[in-house]
């Protein structure tokens, strides 16, 4: 019978482990979702991307920031931190890499600025885990923030544009991070913000029990489809058939772009530093 393991009458239902990046590869694109989760060996990657060096700096900096003794939780400090764990990973040349540390200090400064040192988080780069019927849900929540008796989930962003209601509305990884808050916690959670910090904007929603059902329900629907094709390349069925590919624009900056014809086919290939934000990206 190998290692596989029989459900019996009675046996609780076997969860599907998801996170709510597993659960958006797939929904962008199944044949990423399989290179990065089914193929094994896991296929080379294309080279990294100037825009994650600069969200994985901005990130790693707050984290500190807030680990750092009280008195030392000042706008230069941020600056420091960001210094330390900055790279030339995916820029042009290292004027381009400078020219961006410089931008992103700033974002960094003004946005510590804002905050009050003394409003200790609940967590930081907090592990939250949840589930469903379906689904056993993990995920990792930028910031947990106390605000009267409710948890507020916090994600950061850097990216080209400020972000909008509608995208905190409509974030599945927003949602099930709540419900990883409420089940890990015990606590009322249902406010979710974006603070984007080349903006200084906040984006908020506060989650409703449908709402988040609403979202855990879609999340399920990913987790069937993906049993299918998991099911059906079992079945014999060629993994490329099985996990197509969505061709489009992402296809421009694809992790597995080396691997994926159609994807080469569809865009052209795209300079790692070409989704940084530029001084005509609308910022307000």
């Given at each position: 019978?190998?290692?596989?393991?029989?459900?019996?009458?009675?046996?609780?239902?076997?969860?599907?482990?998801?996170?709510?990046?597993?659960?958006?590869?797939?929904?962008?694109?199944?044949?990423?979702?399989?290179?990065?989760?089914?193929?094994?060996?896991?296929?080379?990657?294309?080279?990294?991307?100037?825009?994650?060096?600069?969200?994985?700096?901005?990130?790693?900096?707050?984290?500190?920031?807030?680990?750092?003794?009280?008195?030392?939780?000042?706008?230069?400090?941020?600056?420091?931190?960001?210094?330390?764990?900055?790279?030339?990973?995916?820029?042009?040349d290292a004027e381009?890499?400078?020219?961006?540390?410089?931008?992103?200090?700033?974002?960094?400064?003004?946005?510590?600025?804002?905050?009050?040192?003394d409003d200790e988080?609940?967590?930081?780069?907090?592990?939250?885990?949840?589930?469903?019927?379906?689904?056993?849900?993990?995920?990792?929540?930028?910031?947990?923030?106390?605000?009267?008796?409710?948890?507020?989930?916090?994600?950061?962003?850097?990216?080209?544009?400020?972000?909008?209601?509608?995208?905190?509305?409509?974030?599945?990884?927003?949602?099930?991070?709540?419900?990883?808050?409420?089940?890990?916690?015990?606590?009322?959670?249902?406010?979710?913000?974006?603070?984007?910090?080349?903006?200084?904007?906040?984006?908020?929603?506060?989650?409703?029990?449908?709402?988040?059902?609403?979202?855990?329900?879609?999340?399920?629907?990913?987790?069937?489809?993906?049993?299918?094709?998991?099911?059906?390349?079992?079945?014999?069925?060629?993994?490329?058939?099985?996990?197509?590919?969505?061709?489009?624009?992402?296809?421009?900056?694809?992790?597995?772009?080396?691997?994926?014809?159609?994807?080469?086919?569809?865009?052209?290939?795209?300079?790692?530093?070409?989704?940084?934000?530029?001084?005509?990206?609308?910022?307000?």
């Amino acid at each position: 019978m190998g290692g596989e393991q029989l459900e019996m009458p009675g046996m609780p239902r076997r969860l599907f482990p998801a996170t709510p990046s597993k659960l958006a590869t797939f929904a962008d694109c199944p044949r990423r979702y399989r290179h990065a989760y089914v193929d094994r060996p896991t296929p080379p990657k294309g080279p990294p991307w100037a825009h994650n060096t600069v969200g994985s700096a901005v990130h790693a900096a707050l984290r500190s920031w807030w680990e750092l003794p009280r008195d030392r939780r000042t706008p230069g400090s941020a600056r420091q931190l960001l210094y330390g764990v900055w790279s030339d990973t995916g820029f042009r040349d290292a004027e381009q890499s400078g020219q961006w540390r410089a931008r992103a200090a700033g974002w960094l400064t003004d946005y510590v600025a804002g905050l009050d040192p003394d409003d200790e988080p609940v967590g930081t780069e907090r592990q939250v885990a949840a589930t469903t019927q379906a689904l056993a849900v993990s995920g990792r929540v930028d910031r947990i923030d106390q605000r009267g008796d409710e948890l507020v989930v916090v994600d950061y962003k850097t990216g080209r544009v400020p972000s909008t209601e509608d995208e905190a509305r409509g974030s599945p990884a927003l949602a099930l991070y709540v419900l990883g808050v409420q089940r890990t916690l015990r606590r009322p959670c249902r406010r979710v913000e974006l603070h984007h910090l080349p903006s200084g904007t906040v984006a908020a929603f506060e989650h409703t029990e449908r709402s988040l059902a609403n979202h855990v329900r879609r999340a399920e629907d990913i987790a069937a489809d993906i049993a299918v094709a998991t099911g059906r390349v079992e079945d014999g069925v060629h993994p490329d058939e099985a996990f197509p590919t969505v061709p489009g624009r992402q296809c421009g900056w694809c992790d597995f772009r080396p691997s994926c014809p159609t994807g080469q086919a569809a865009t052209p290939p795209r300079a790692t530093w070409s989704s940084l934000p530029t001084d005509d990206d609308a910022v307000v």
